[in-house]
């Protein structure tokens, strides 16, 4: 604290003194040292009156984070480091849940689902709709054929539909036999609105039969004990008597209402954030309207944070150009209206700690290529360049989407160019437990008659692939009705494969190869099993896992050997049974996002525009600025769109289910073309955030063509990117 010197904007925070605040803080305008010096100074000042500073953030990551700063400025003012929590809204929504159980009406070691499982029940939930109303999605065919491949490419439309109709009636707290009750007594409504919420009832019924809760449940929960107990909602404010919310932007409508309730009609309630950073509201139930209409309330007092020594000048300008351009310019009065709030970033004060790099020492440049691969190479050849004479400088690549990351990726290896990667590749923690808890699980009890599917469920995505054309679901329903799982494993003499199983007719051969090669690797930790637990844990993670994921695979042998060292009589069914409560939330070993990524000097970076929030660099090259990805108006190519079902399936079920509830009344939009809107300005949104990414130098480019299936097609340049070149062009090349 003694080195903080707050600047505009956070002084007004620090001189906080009770109530609502509302703060709208720029990119790389200190939100978090403000935040955690924000947190220590109200904990010095109340030091004596009791409760704690409860502050909520979205990430795992940032919990620590923040808990470490936090502490340092209280050590800095030699006060005790007490009296403040630091939650995300699942761990805050899980505490209250679990400390009051009873009259939750839930055990008290209820389990929670990670979303791999939650998808897994909802692809359960799919098959079995699929199943009873095969006349309904097949007339819905295009061109009113049916075959396997419309089959296939129905379940990830019905799964979309439904996952995103279970997050909104959730958020709405609606029940799904409750929303059936509303349908049936509407009339007529709209067909994937029916489907969807017949799809949510099949799901919840799983979650139910699991004795679990999804994350939806579980803050709804939350919500539902302090509407229905005013001693515990009055107990829990005397804890908490001032909420700090950080990154207020991706509140969802529970989120609100849960901690609306902790700080009662007149309590002190602190949300920070920018809702010009909101990238979340196209895939989950976020949306930057909710802190917007927070900072316009008459009682809640609005800070703006606008001071900013990240980005130099020239950049700052062009992420204040795109903000003013959106608002005044757009040509969809709902794209000016819903993207940004008008607010730009202005440089630090002369004196400032972090002075903005100089002007003139840096430079923004725009490049279109003939083809997606021409694009990909060059930008390889001009960051290997760049990190090769600047070796004291960070750089990054940032891509639209995971696919061209991967792409990307493949083409550095073969540079061997060192780079740090951070997409989808690498399975998050949970994801690693749960492999692990399958096959230890497995292990454990291999005659056991689900846990060859359960194994293979949790594997079939890294283990090597075996011939084109294999079919998980047969693979899966295999191997549920195997009843001689050791004739698959140690086969005797004169027996095949095939006998394990029942008899069945043509089972294809690249289904029996995927079992074969599962067969192999559950054999050979079969014969480990009698390893010390850590010893197997790493043999399995060291045969199927990346890299990346091995240092997690540690974590989790090393708590099992502590386990066993502290339970002599533990075997290996009890180990199982440990790696089971890590899973489901009930040993907080490893619920928790990546650890925060740090940049390092000379060595590529590799992310998705998505997944940069929250880091900078000294060079950025922002690759795919084109119109397929940045649309711009309701005449675009949309992802996710089918013109022969009308639309986007999920967002018609969506905007029919607000309609229902009564929601969004004057909208004039029809639902697809609100959605559309959605993602224009979502994609508007991530564009400013990849551009204030960069700290002196900044790179945009586009292609001219780019692959469609085995094909190229022709792309254009994304309105933005032909604005901010003219912008740029005229204010800084003209004579």
């Keep these: 604290m003694s080195n903080f010197h707050p600047r505009r904007g956070q002084r007004e925070i620090m001189e906080y003194q009770g109530g609502r ?12 040292t403000a935040i955690a010096a924000l947190a220590a100074a109200v904990i010095s000042r109340r030091k004596n009156l009791g409760g704690q500073v409860l502050v909520v953030t979205y990430q795992n990551a940032a919990v620590n984070h923040l808990r470490a700063r936090i502490r340092e400025n209280l050590e800095a003012m030699n006060i005790i480091q007490v009296g403040f929590d630091v939650r995300t809204l699942h761990s805050l929504s899980y505490g209250i ?10 055990a008290h070691d209820f389990a929670v689902l990670d979303e791999r499982t939650s998808n897994s029940l909802l692809e359960k939930a799919v098959h079995l709709w699929n199943e009873k109303n095969t006349r309904t999605w097949a007339r819905l065919a295009p061109d009113d054929y049916y075959d396997t491949r419309w ?55 799983q979650v139910e039969t699991n004795g679990a809760l999804d994350f939806d449940d579980l803050i709804a929960l939350a919500v539902d004990l302090l ?21 207020a932007q991706d509140s969802v409508p529970l989120q609100e209402e849960l901690l609306a309730m902790l700080t009662g009609k007149r309590g002190n309630w602190i949300r920070v954030g920018d809702p010009n950073q909101a990238i979340m509201s196209t895939f989950t139930a976020a949306d930057p309207a909710y802190l917007r209409q927070f900072l316009q309330r008459r009682e809640v007092k609005n800070v703006e944070m606008t001071i900013s020594g ?25 794209v000016r209206q819903q993207t940004f709030l008008q607010q730009h970033i202005r440089a630090t004060d002369p004196g400032d700690s972090q002075q903005n790099p100089d002007d003139q020492d840096s430079s923004v440049v725009f490049r279109e290529y003939n083809n997606r691969l021409e694009e990909q190479r060059d930008i390889v050849r001009r960051a290997i360049q760049f990190a090769e004479k600047h070796p004291e400088s960070t750089l990054a690549i940032l891509v639209p989407t995971n696919r061209i990351g991967y792409e990307l990726a493949e083409y550095l290896r073969e540079c061997k160019v060192p780079f740090d990667e951070m997409l989808q590749s690498s399975r998050p923690e949970r994801l690693v437990a749960e492999t692990m ?35 998980a679901e047969n693979v899966a329903l295999l191997l549920r009705s195997c009843y001689q799982p050791e004739t698959l494993l140690f086969p005797f003499p004169g027996k095949d494969v095939e006998d394990a199983f029942p008899p069945v007719a043509g089972v294809p051969s690249a289904d029996l190869e995927d079992i074969v090669t599962l067969a192999g690797y559950l054999k050979r930790w079969l014969r480990a099993s009698t390893l010390p637990i850590d010893q197997l844990v790493m043999t399995v993670a060291q045969d199927v896992l990346s890299d990346a994921d091995l240092a997690r695979s540690q974590k989790l042998a090393l708590h099992l050997r502590r386990c066993g060292e502290q339970n002599l009589d533990w075997r290996l069914p009890d180990l199982a049974r440990e790696l089971d409560q890590v899973l489901s939330g ?42 397929d990805w940045f649309p711009h108006t309701l005449e675009d190519h949309f992802r996710g769109e089918y013109e022969f079902l009308g639309g986007d399936p999920a967002a018609e079920a969506s905007a029919a289910l607000y309609k229902l509830m ?47 299936g085995m094909r190229l097609r022709a792309a254009s340049e994304a309105a933005a990117f032909f604005h901010l070149r003219s912008y740029y062009e005229a204010k800084y090349f003209s004579e």
């Design 97 to 106: 849940v679990q400390a009051n159980a009873g009259l939750a009406g839930t």
């Design 21 to 32: 605040l509302g703060v709208s803080a720029v990119p790389g305008s200190g939100k978090t």
């Design 662 to 708: 009564g929601k969004r009344k004057g909208d004039s939009l029809d639902p697809t073309a609100a959605a559309h809107v959605g993602i224009i300005a979502e994609r508007l949104r991530l564009l400013y955030v990849a551009i204030t990414r960069a700290r002196r130098f900044l790179a945009f480019s586009w292609s001219r063509q780019i692959p469609a």
């Design 310 to 334: 990240r980005c130099a000048p020239r950049i700052m300008d062009l992420a204040n150009r795109l903000v003013d351009w959106t608002c005044e310019n757009h040509p969809l009065p709902a």
């Design 227 to 247: 509407e229905r107990h005013s001693d515990l909602r009055e107990r829990l404010q005397r804890r908490w008597p001032i909420v700090l919310e950080d990154e």
């Design 586 to 627: 009930k040993t907080t070993l490893l619920m928790s996002e990546d650890d925060i990524f740090e940049p390092r000097p000379g060595r590529i970076a590799l992310t998705t525009m998505h997944k940069a929030k929250g880091l900078e660099w000294d060079l950025v090259y922002l690759m795919g600025v084109d119109r």
């Design 151 to 205: 089959e296939r490419e129905w379940r990830g439309i019905a799964q979309n539909i439904a996952r995103t109709l279970i997050s909104t009636g959730k958020n709405l707290r609606l029940k799904p036999n409750a929303l059936l009750e509303r349908i049936r007594a509407a009339g007529e409504v709209e067909r994937f609105l029916q489907i969807g919420a017949e799809i949510y009832q099949l799901y919840q019924v």
């Design 437 to 471: 808890s399958r096959v230890i699980g497995f292990l454990a009890n291999p005659l056991q008659g689900n846990h060859l599917e359960a194994t293979y469920a949790a594997l079939r995505e890294i283990l090597p692939p075996g011939e084109e054309g294999s079919d």
